[in-house]
Every structure is written in C-alpha cells, then in structure tokens.
Nanobody, 121 residues
Framework: QVQLVESGGGLVQAGGSLKLSCAAS????????MGWYRQAPGKQRELVAE???????NYADSVKGRFTISRDNAKNTVYLQMNSLKPEDTAVYYC???????????????WGQGTQVTVSS
C-alpha cells in the first residue's frame, strides 16, 4: 500500500521559485523510482523529472537547468525545486511512485492527487 501527498504548489510570478514536496506513506512496499508529472489544460500528462532509488535523474528538456529533483529514501519523500519559472510551467503537478509490493512481488505505480502551480507573466 502506498499513499502520496503533494504540497508546495501555489501562485508565483515568472522568474520566481517554488519547491514541491511529496511524502509517501507505505506499507509492504519498496519504492524504486519517484517522479513528478504535470498536466496543463488541453495537454497530455508529461514527465517533468524522475529519480531512482540510487539517485539517477531524468528531466524533460523543457525544465533542464531550471528544476532539480531530489529524494530522501529514509523518509520516502521526493522534492522538486523549481527555479526561473515560466508561464508555460503552469499545470497541475502530480507525484508518482513506482515500486514493488513486497508480499506479492508485483510492480505497482501510485499517484498523488496533484498540486496546482500557476506562473503569472
């Protein structure tokens, strides 16, 4: 079982910064990869950044150099530091966790409810 709760979204002016947090409450679950996705109105949900348990990261080209993903494995928490925000970053940001259910050894993915990020021009 895994439950994800995001926080840190809000309204910010272009050029500003926000830091998102996602805390995972788990039971009989081992998280391998955590990530952030976003979905803007009229667009498909897209990967923003992801990070493996070992610390390897992957970013969307549109956010490279501006966003930084990190995680605390002990706390089962992932963060997304967003700098130099642009209006096109406006979207609902969703936390994702992928891992293994210990008892069944099944690969599962879980999603948070999302947090709104709005960047004004």
């Amino acid at each position: 079982q895994v439950q994800l709760v995001e926080s840190g979204g809000g309204l910010v002016q272009a050029g500003g910064s926000l830091k998102l947090s996602c805390a995972a409450s788990i039971s009989n679950f081992r998280i391998n990869t955590m990530g952030w996705y976003r979905q803007a109105p009229g667009k498909q949900r897209e990967l923003v950044a992801e990070i493996t348990r070992g610390g390897s990261t992957n970013y969307a080209d549109s956010v490279k150099g501006r966003f930084t993903i990190s995680r605390d494995n002990a706390k089962n928490t992932v963060y997304l530091q967003m700098n130099s925000l642009k209006p096109e970053d406006t979207a609902v940001y969703y936390c994702n966790a992928q891992g293994i259910e210990i008892l069944t050894i099944k690969l599962l993915a879980s999603w948070g409810q999302g947090t709104q990020v709005t960047v004004s021009s």
